[in-house]
Antibody, heavy 118, light 106 residues
Framework: EVQLVQSGAEMKKPGESLKISCLGS????????IGWVRQMPGKGLEWMGI????????RYSPSFQGHVTFSVDTSIRTAYVQWNSLRASDTAMYYC???????????WGQGTLVTVSS | DIQMTQSPSSLSASVGDRVTITCRAS??????LAWYQQKPDRAPERLIF???RIQSALLSRFSGSGSGTDFTLTISSLQPEDFATYYC?????????FGQGTRVDI
C-alpha cells in the first residue's frame, strides 16, 4: 500500500526557517516524482512544484520559485520542502503527493499545517 | 501557464440528484486532466485521470468526459458522502494548475 506520511504541524515566526518532510513507503520511491501542494485557509489547491527522487530534478511553479526549496534523501525515502525566511502569508496546509505513471497526482500525504505568526 | 476555469464555484443539490461540474483549459491539454474530491480537513483524493479513467470501480457513479479544452465531471446520483469540494488538475505542462474548486452542498 502506497503511503506518504508527513511531519507534524509547525508554528513559526516571520523570518524563521522551516523544513517539513514527507516519508514515502509501499512503492519504488526512486521512480516517481513527488510534488507539493499548498492550501491556504479556506482556499483552493495550488501546485507548488515537483522533484524527482532519482536525480533531484525539480520544477517549480513561478509563484513559488525562489521562496521554497525541494530536496530528497533517498536513503530514508523522504522528500522535503524548505523555507529560509517564512512570511505570515505562508500560513497554510501543505501536502506532498506522488505523480504516478499517468502524469497526474495519485497519492497524497495527510498534510502538514504551517502557521506563521508573530 | 495554462489556466483552468472551473464552474460553478458552488452548487446546492439533493441526494439522488445528477450533478455536473465543468472545467475549461486556456490551451489544448488533450486528455491530461484529473478530478479530485476533497472533504473538510482531509487530503484530496483522485477520482478520475486521463479525463475519463475512473480511479476505482467503487466510484462508478462518477464519470469524466471531454478533451482538448472542455471537460466535465458528472455524478450520476449524488450520495451523502459526495458532499465535498471538487477540483480539476491539468498535467499536460509544467506548472501543473488546478481549477478554483466547486463546493457541492446539500
Amino acid at each position: 500500500e502506497v503511503q506518504l506520511v508527513q511531519s507534524g504541524a509547525e508554528m513559526k515566526k516571520p523570518g524563521e526557517s522551516l523544513k517539513i518532510s514527507c516519508l514515502g513507503s509501499g512503492y519504488n520511491f526512486h521512480l516517481y516524482w513527488i510534488g507539493w501542494v499548498r492550501q491556504m485557509p479556506g482556499k483552493g489547491l495550488e501546485w507548488m512544484g515537483i522533484i524527482h527522487p532519482g536525480d533531484s530534478e525539480t520544477r517549480y511553479s513561478p509563484s513559488f520559485q525562489g521562496h521554497v526549496t525541494f530536496s530528497v534523501d533517498t536513503s530514508i525515502r523522504t522528500a522535503y520542502v524548505q523555507w529560509n525566511s517564512l512570511r505570515a502569508s505562508d500560513t497554510a496546509m501543505y501536502y506532498c503527493a506522488t505523480q504516478g505513471g499517468s502524469g497526474s497526482i495519485d497519492y497524497w500525504g495527510q498534510g502538514t499545517l504551517v502557521t506563521v505568526s508573530s | 501557464d495554462i489556466q483552468m476555469t472551473q464552474s460553478p464555484s458552488s452548487l446546492s443539490a439533493s441526494v439522488g440528484d445528477r450533478v455536473t461540474i465543468t472545467c475549461r483549459a486556456s490551451h489544448d491539454i488533450g486528455n491530461d486532466l484529473a478530478w479530485y474530491q476533497q472533504k473538510p480537513d482531509r487530503a484530496p483524493e483522485r477520482l478520475i485521470f486521463g479525463a475519463s479513467r475512473i480511479q476505482s470501480a467503487l466510484l462508478s457513479r462518477f464519470s469524466g468526459s471531454g478533451s482538448g479544452t472542455d471537460f466535465t465531471l458528472t455524478i450520476s446520483s449524488l450520495q451523502p458522502e459526495d458532499f465535498a469540494t471538487y477540483y480539476c488538475l491539468q498535467y499536460k505542462t509544467f506548472p501543473r494548475t488546478f481549477g478554483q474548486g466547486t463546493r457541492v452542498d446539500i
